[in-house]
């Protein structure tokens, strides 16, 4: 018989009349645990085009589709297997079959009215449903990633060319010879440069729209601040969350009385009252990492008045464990924090970011502009066509009409890897959503660690600049 692991756990994921969230590391079984909401889900649907399943690979999708019809083809031939955990599926593909008759049997048993997919398959209906609303002429065709880089890498040179030919005070030619300064007039650099921003280009979001649409220079640094501040006051409330919950920070008046009692030289440096999530003490969170951290974003393992002027025999309190408890999440956190510039004081460092950004501009057109000569397109541009197309809540599009009245569940493998446009198209779907609807959302992976990391690398991009 086949051990079922977290069985409470797997119950009560399959009410399929809640939301769930699941997060479950490799060889969990969680793939068999959508499989299972699944066959529960069509036991409850009056289409099985009402579910919506999706995952982040081709191969994983025709796993679990293949997996699914197995199970359906064995309940219509009302097989048994004499595992009990098999059987029990082959159950539940009984009660969903029969639901159905005639050709919507025959559909279901041929997979054709199961909507198991990738990402990219599902903004692929979406675009060719709407190819209006999504603005993507209908018949191109998906490149994969190494023709994707070729053509990147063509639209880079030419559109380095086309920028220096152009008038000496024409503002992309000027933002463009500030790049090649940067990179000592190395042209492959450059090149480079330009290539990997296009394929990341979802992840400049606003700040290539700004700029695109002709706005000045106040405008980005102003939208350029408001999505840094979002991101570190994200960073400075899980921060505060932790060090809240940890014996440091329960006991931060005794921390700071022991370095008072020691003359501790990180003294100066460290806040008198626990720091917060307030934006006044990310200068208090700075300091703390230069005597938690060391150079390199790892925790200190010496401690010392010449390891973060620490006490002589820190090593030996038990304060060091305290600090060293605080977890990985705690450093990874500081480490990124320390970095940031006063964002009051940081408008001169913009506009290397706003000279990048405006290159990045002109060679994405040039870009599309080969795209279209040769009928095909990218998956960052068929995610931004089906986001397109679904419109929003406040301007509501024939296609997200369409969706709306057709998805009644939706799940989602390794939610984790999404990517910042992915996410704003699962937001789309929901958007019409009320609680207590009958629809309901299954999430597989950690969405607080999704939005982070695409928050994060939106960032990133910036500080690279």
Not at 45 to 56: G, R
Not at 273 to 293: G, T, V
Not at 296 to 306: D, E, F, Y
Not at 378 to 390: H, N, S
Request: proline share 3%; glycine share 6%; with cysteine.
């Amino acid at each position: 018989m086949t051990k079922v692991p977290d069985l409470e756990e797997r119950k009560k994921a399959l009410d399929i009349s809640s939301h769930f969230h699941v997060e479950s590391p490799a060889g969990a079984g969680k793939t068999g645990l959508i499989i299972e909401r699944i066959l529960r889900l069509l036991s409850g649907v009056s289409n099985p085009s009402e579910i919506l399943a999706m995952t982040f690979t081709r191969k994983a999708a025709a796993e679990m589709k293949g997996r699914i019809l197995e199970i359906l083809r064995a309940a219509a031939e009302n097989e048994k297997t004499g595992d009990e955990y098999t059987d029990s599926l082959i159950e539940k593909g009984k009660k969903a079959i029969s639901r159905y008759s005639g050709l919507r049997r025959e559909m279901l048993l041929s997979g054709a009215d199961l909507q198991i997919t990738t990402i990219h398959g599902f903004c692929l209906r979406v675009c060719t449903r709407a190819p209006l609303e999504s603005g993507l002429e209908p018949g191109l065709v998906l490149v994969d990633e190494r023709e994707q880089e070729r053509l990147q890498e063509i639209a880079a040179r030419e559109v380095i060319n086309d920028l220096l030919s152009r008038p000496q005070n024409d503002p992309a030619r000027s933002a463009l010879e500030s790049r090649l300064l940067m990179h000592n007039m190395d042209v492959k650099a450059l090149i480079a440069e330009i290539s990997s921003l296009l394929a990341k280009r979802d992840q400049l979001g606003d700040l290539l729209s700004v700029l695109g649409t002709g706005e000045d220079s106040d405008q980005f640094l102003e939208k350029f601040q408001e999505n840094i501040t979002e991101i570190i006051r994200m960073q400075l409330r899980r921060l505060e969350e932790i060090i809240t919950e940890s014996e440091i920070g329960k006991r931060w008046d005794d921390f700071i009385d022991y370095l008072s009692e020691h003359d501790a030289k990180c003294l100066e440096n460290v806040p008198r009252e626990c720091p917060s999530a307030h934006w006044k003490d990310l200068s208090h969170w700075q300091r703390l990492s230069d005597i938690f951290l060391t150079n390199n974003g790892k925790i200190r393992r010496s401690w010392g008045p010449r390891h973060g002027g620490l006490p002589a025999g820190f090593s030996k309190t038990t304060w060091k464990s305290a600090i060293m408890n605080l977890g990985d999440e705690f450093v990874e956190y500081l480490n990124e924090i320390r970095r940031y510039p006063d964002l009051e004081k940081f408008a001169d460092e913009v506009e290397a970011v706003e000279d990048l950004i405006l290159v990045v501009w002109a060679a994405l057109k040039m870009y599309r502009k080969i795209c279209r000569s040769k009928g095909v397109i990218d998956y960052v541009d068929l995610e931004l066509g089906a986001l397109k197309a679904l419109g929003s809540v406040e301007s509501v599009t024939d296609s997200l009409l369409f969706w709306d009245r057709s998805i009644k569940h939706i799940l989602i493998d390794e939610f984790q890897d999404t990517s910042s446009t992915e996410y704003r198209i699962i937001q789309r779907l929901l958007g019409g959503w009320e609680s207590g609807d009958g629809r309901t959302l299954f999430l597989v992976g950690d969405p607080k660690q999704s939005i982070y990391r695409f928050r994060k690398a939106d960032v990133s991009i910036f500080y690279k600049a």
